[in-house]
C-alpha cells in the first residue's frame, strides 16, 4: 500500500514519500518500520548535538540539482562584479579618479548585486546542503541591500550638510558604517555557503579559494573596512605621499587586491559548467542506478508469482 504522507528514512534521509510503509528504504537498505526517530531530546544533549550533526553531515543529503546553466550566467556576473571593485579600487588608491566617483561607482553596482547574489544561491539546492546553510540563503541576500542602503542614508542625510562633502570620511556617518558592516558579515556568509556548495560539486579549486577569502574577508577584510585609506590615497595633496600612505599600499591594499582576485577566479570557475558536467553527469546516473536496481530487487522479493 502506498503512502502519500511526506516522510524520510530515519538513517539516511531519503525520500520516502510514495513508497509502501512496509517497504525497506531503496538508498541504504534500513526497514524504516524497525528504526525509530530519536525522541525526548534535551536542549543541552541531543538537541545542541542533533543540531550539529545536520549543519556537518554529508549522509542523506540529496544530489545537487542540475543548476549550471543558471550558475553558469550569474557566477560570470559575480566574477565581473569583482573584477570591477578591484579595478575601481586599484584607480582611487593611486588617485586616479576621483573618491567621489569612485563611491558613485561602487553606489550603482550596490543596487544590482543582491540580485546576482540571488542568482548564485538558488532555493532548489537547500536539500543538497546541510541545515546552517539552508538558513543562510534564506538570510544573507536581504543583508547585501545595506550596501546601497547605506549610501542612500549618507547621500540623503550627511551629504547636504555644511560640512558633509562627497569625498568626506564615512567614518563621520555612523548609520552607514552600521549598514556597510551587515552587508560585509553577510557577504562572508554568502562566501561560506559557496564553499560548501562547491564541495558538493566537486569543485576543488573553487572550494579552496572560497573558503581562503571567506577566512581572509573577516579578518584581513575588516582591518581594510576600517582603515581611512581612501581618504589619504585620493586626498590629491601631494603631502598625502607619506610612510603611512605606502603603508596602506604596500602592507593593506596589495594582499586585499589578491584575496578579490582569488573570489574572482572562484566565481569564473562555478562559471565554466565544463569543469564539473562529466563528474555531475557520472553520480548523478550512478545514483540512480543504484536506486533503480534497489527497486527492481525488491518488486521480485515482493512478487508471489516471481
Known amino acids: 500500500m502506498g503512502n502519500d504522507e511526506k516522510r524520510k528514512c530515519n538513517v539516511c534521509g531519503y525520500d520516502l514519500q510514495g513508497l509502501d510503509v512496509r517497504v525497506i528504504c531503496p538508498e541504504c537498505g534500513t526497514d524504516p518500520e524497525n528504526v525509530r526517530a530519536k525522541t525526548g531530546k534535551s536542549i543541552v544533549g541531543d538537541g545542541i ?58 553606489f550603482g553596482l550596490s543596487f544590482f548585486w543582491p540580485a546576482v547574489v540571488i542568482g548564485l544561491m538558488p532555493a532548489s539546492v537547500d536539500d543538497s546542503m546541510p541545515q546552517i546553510y539552508r538558513y543562510i540563503r534564506k538570510v544573507v541576500p536581504y543583508s547585501q541591500w545595506c550596501w546601497a542602503a547605506g549610501y542612500v542614508l549618507w547621500f540623503v542625510f550627511h551629504l547636504p550638510t555644511e560640512a558633509g ?12 558604517i552600521i549598514l556597510h558592516a551587515i552587508a560585509g558579515v553577510g557577504l562572508v556568509g554568502v562566501i561560506f555557503w559557496l564553499h560548501d556548495l562547491a564541495l558538493r560539486m566537486n569543485l576543488d579549486h573553487a572550494a579552496k579559494r572560497t573558503n ?5 574577508m573577516s579578518t584581513w577584510g575588516v582591518i581594510v573596512f576600517v582603515a581611512p585609506w581612501k581618504e589619504y590615497a585620493a586626498s590629491g595633496d601631494d603631502s598625502a605621499q607619506t610612510a603611512l600612505y605606502w603603508f596602506y599600499i604596500v602592507v593593506l ?10 573570489l574572482a577566479l572562484s566565481f ?14 557520472g553520480d548523478r546516473e550512478g545514483r540512480e ?18
Do not use: C
Not at 581562503?212 to 581572509?216: D, F, G, P, Q, T
Not at 591594499?253 to 582569488?262: E, G, S
Not at 569564473?268 to 553527469?281: C, G, I, M, P, Q
Not at 542506478?289 to 525488491?298: C, L, S, T, V
Open 165 to 176: 562633502t562627497l569625498s568626506s570620511n564615512l567614518g563621520n556617518f555612523f548609520p552607514l
Open 212 to 216: 581562503l577569502v571567506a577566512i581572509m
Open 268 to 281: 569564473f570557475e562555478f562559471a565554466s559548467d565544463s569543469t564539473w558536467s562529466l563528474k555531475y553527469e
Open 49 to 106: 548535538m542533533d543540531v550539529i550533526d545536520s549543519s556537518i553531515a554529508v549522509q542523506g543529503l540529496m544530489p545537487v540539482p542540475d543548476i549550471r546553466v543558471r550558475l553558469m550566467h550569474f557566477a560570470k556576473i559575480a566574477g565581473f562584479f569583482t573584477i570591477a571593485l578591484v579595478v575601481l579600487q586599484f584607480l582611487v588608491t593611486f588617485a586616479i579618479i576621483p573618491i567621489g566617483l569612485y563611491r558613485f561607482a561602487l
Open 253 to 262: 591594499m596589495f594582499p586585499w587586491y589578491w584575496i578579490l582576485i582569488q
Open 289 to 306: 542506478g543504484r536506486i533503480r536496481e534497489k527497486r527492481e530487487a525488491m518488486d521480485q522479493e515482493n512478487d508471489p508469482f516471481a
